[in-house]
């Protein structure tokens, strides 16, 4: 934000203080230089250089996968309870996007920065046509809620009701909360020329609270003060009466008893509201990682406190006199002030999802299913069965049980020498953590590079990597400025007569909550041209060493982008040359320029490309002349895609990445990462029949449109739905041998056979299962 000078006190306390509502009269429309007071629609020009790009707004783009969630809370076939779970989804999917992508875009506005965005548009003109369709989305959530959920809540047998619906004696216990729970939890903060403006949180419910001296009516007396609803309190206060719930939000509560708090004054409103603050932020390297880097990431935690505001969520009767202060205060205009018909913050809706009392009406998860490869998830010794053949794990349809079976047998090993791991993202009650902090007691050697930066995450993270720490684990904090986002896990057993590693490469995080509910894949082996490669990159990124050419491993920041790009160059040449060709890519988001005009150019070559890209595109697909090959669709359903595969098809000789890595900008230059080849044929077909079914569902996808905007595909007549998210529980490894992506692939062997030492062991209970 710019100025350090507040106006309100700019001409002297006595005079600010009588006049205060005067001066916010006084200041409208002068909250930022480009501001519009009233958000006009886009004009002729803009719109045509937004369609006109051949590259679509990463922004924008991600506004569209969230279209597509909301779609899902619009769906009648789904169980209200369901709908209201993506509801919740969308709202926290909303303050994340403002948090990191508006507040980014900020740090350009606010320091006069240069960005040239991918549809075209300068920093200025961008901003009006995000935040116009961040309104247009609002708006839909709202009309969501109110046309098509709200109305199914008493069939349900519950209901939201205001203060005016409660019976005598339920308000009397109201009143009885209020004044023994409530009450003493709220701290009105006022502020006048004596009072600086308050601290006000992000994601927090507050009310703007307006007061006059008893018996006046001059704006002359007036004093504003500001009341946070505590986070720690639940949103609902719930009655039950004999044939439905009642939730009574905790505002109308506060409302009709504020009086409470301002004594011998009139109080002339109170209004909701809840702000987002810029939570995006950059770290300078450090030399002393031990101290200067863990210190530096803390402060930068609590920075985002006072990050400036990008959005406020408001009720429609907001007192203008207070959105007045707001747009002075916060520098802010009409496009940050969102009015919300409905209900301020949907993600309070997990209350009502989660009482005891709708336990029932959950939809139920699947049991996962023993991996292909394996006839138990459970086995007796882990070790054996790594040393027979490479294992495919494909979650949440598989356990995440064998590989927290393999980290904890580890641990308790005497054969095992040393750990090796890489953190990202951990579960609240880490079992992962559990086991190294074992491993450690019983004298392995434990090396962990715990990534401090994963956002919204440091805190967790730093406290587990201490108590890593302090157990004599050795942690590393993380490479400079770079992320590391890999998930390698490398295990050294001292065999007697041999040493041998063990290995676990991912595409999703060593989380066992995630893993119920995200879609990944993970290879265990002990196949030595992994562990080779794996023992090399460790060294690299936690050492001082350049590597040489791994054998199976693809790495970032070094070598990623350049490898696709030259493997995407030899699919041309091959269709170029009359040879086959293909490409399919399975990932969470395609932004990086560099691979999007390659396969342009492999589009033009005659490649046919097929892109299965979850969240947001900035590849515009089925233009002339530029992408007409290229096909783009995305999966959003029960559970978040999470997989990446790279297929390229190699004249009928395919050769098939998974990892962590998405095609940005991000995943190859900012980031820590790696891909890993799948050299196994019976794994390697496994990549390719996620890949074939993703290609064909029916019931989950949605086709990308020239445009850019998306079109939900339908079950056509005489087609059998396809929904990958149960089809996986069922698909059997004769059906994965036997499928292909392009025409000319060979139909692949039947099903092999499986070793004795597999088919040991009894299945682990499953795990309560949680929703996103």
């Avoid at 004044?179 to 994601?203: G, I, N, Q, S």
């Avoid at 505001?309 to 009720?315: A, D």
């Avoid at 940050?336 to 005891?356: L, Q, R, V």
């Avoid at 999470?642 to 991000?666: K, L």
Wanted: proline share 5%; with cysteine.
């Amino acid at each position: 934000m710019s100025g350090s000078t507040d106006p309100i006190y700019s001409n002297g306390k006595k005079g600010r203080l009588n006049n205060l509502f005067a001066f916010f009269k006084s200041t409208k429309g002068t909250a930022s230089p480009e501001d519009n007071k009233i958000i006009s629609p886009p004009t002729e020009k803009t719109n045509t250089l937004v369609q006109q790009s051949d590259l679509i707004s990463r922004d924008l783009s991600w506004l569209k996968f969230n279209d597509r969630v909301l779609d899902q809370a619009t769906n009648e076939e789904r169980n209200l309870f369901d709908r209201l779970k993506f509801l919740a989804i969308t709202s926290s999917n909303l303050d994340e996007f403002f948090t990191i992508r508006v507040g980014s875009l900020y740090n350009y506005l606010d320091f006069g920065k240069e960005r040239l965005d991918y549809s075209g548009l300068r920093e200025i003109p961008f901003r009006k046509v995000l935040m116009r369709e961040a309104h247009e989305f609002v708006r839909k959530q709202n009309d969501c809620y109110k046309n098509q959920l709200l109305p199914l809540f008493e069939q349900h047998g519950f209901k939201i009701i205001k203060l005016d619906a409660v019976h005598d004696d339920e308000k009397a216990a109201v009143e009885e909360y209020f004044e023994r729970t409530v009450y003493p939890m709220l701290t009105p903060m006022l502020f006048d020329y004596t009072h600086a403006f308050p601290v006000l949180l992000a994601k927090v419910l507050i009310l703007g609270v307006i007061t006059q001296v008893k018996g006046t009516s001059s704006e002359e007396d007036r004093k504003l003060s500001f009341v946070q609803l505590p986070l720690n309190l639940p949103r609902f206060y719930v009655i039950d009466r004999e044939d439905e719930l009642l939730f009574l939000p905790i505002e109308d509560i506060v409302r009709e008893y504020i009086h409470k708090l301002y004594r011998n004054v009139d109080i002339v409103s109170t209004n909701l509201f809840r702000i987002i603050r810029n939570g995006d932020f950059s770290l300078e390297e450090s030399d002393d990682v031990e101290s200067d880097f863990i210190d530096e990431i803390k402060q930068k935690i609590k920075s985002r406190r006072l990050g400036r505001v990008v959005q406020v969520s408001i009720e429609h009767d907001t007192n203008p006199d207070l959105l007045n202060l707001f747009k002075k205060r916060w520098e802010i205009d009409d496009y940050n002030i969102f009015p919300i018909d409905g209900f301020i913050d949907y993600t309070s809706f997990w209350g009502i999802i989660k009482h005891p009392e709708f336990k029932d009406q959950i939809p139920a998860i699947h049991p996962p299913v023993p991996p292909l490869g394996l006839d138990r998830e459970r086995i007796p010794d882990i070790f054996e069965v790594m040393r027979e053949r490479d294992i495919l794990l494909h979650h949440p349809y598989n356990n995440f049980e064998p590989v927290l079976q393999l980290l904890e047998q580890a641990a308790e090993d005497p054969k095992v020498l040393s750990i090796k791991l890489t953190i990202y993202r951990l579960a609240k009650n880490s079992r992962v953590t559990e086991a190294l902090l074992h491993a450690a007691e019983n004298g392995k050697h434990v090396a962990v590079l715990f990534e401090v930066k994963a956002r919204f995450d440091e805190e967790n993270n730093i406290r587990e990597a201490q108590r890593l720490q302090k157990a004599g684990c050795f942690v590393i904090y993380g490479i400079g400025l770079l992320k590391t986002h890999t998930k390698l896990l490398l295990i050294v057993r001292n065999e007697g007569n041999r040493v041998l590693r063990y290995a676990h490469l991912s595409s999703g995080n060593y989380n066992e909550d995630t893993s119920r509910l995200y879609t990944d894949t993970g290879l265990l082996t002990s196949n030595e041209k992994y562990t080779e490669d794996i023992s090399e990159f460790f060294n690299v990124i936690t050492g001082h060493s350049i590597p040489s050419e791994y054998q199976n491993l693809i790495t970032a920041p070094r070598y990623m982008r350049d490898k696709l790009v030259e493997l995407i160059q030899q699919e041309a040449k091959n269709a170029q040359a009359g040879l086959k060709s293909g490409i399919c890519i399975k990932i969470n988001s395609l932004e990086d320029r560099t691979t999007i005009l390659e396969l342009y150019k492999a589009s033009e070559a005659g490649v046919p490309i097929k892109l299965i890209v979850r969240g947001m595109c900035c590849l515009r697909p089925q233009r002339v002349g530029l992408s007409e090959n290229i096909t783009v669709r995305s999966l959003v359903g029960d559970f978040l895609e999470h997989s990446r595969i790279f297929y390229f098809h190699q004249n009928g000789d395919p050769v098939v990445y998974g990892g962590s890595a998405d095609a940005m900008v991000r995943s190859f230059d900012k980031r820590i990462e790696s891909l890993f080849k799948l050299v196994d044929p019976r794994v390697r077909q496994e990549a390719i029949h996620i890949l074939y079914y993703s290609l064909h569902d029916n019931v989950n996808a949605y086709e990308m449109q020239e445009d850019g905007s998306y079109i939900k595909c339908e079950i056509k007549e005489g087609t059998e739905p396809l929904n990958v998210h149960e089809a996986f529980y069922t698909v059997t490894l004769d059906q994965v041998m036997a499928t292909h992506l392009f025409e000319d692939e060979p139909v692949r062997p039947s099903r092999p056979e499986v070793p004795e030492a597999i088919a040991t062991g009894e299945l682990t209970e499953t795990p309560d299962e949680t929703q996103v």
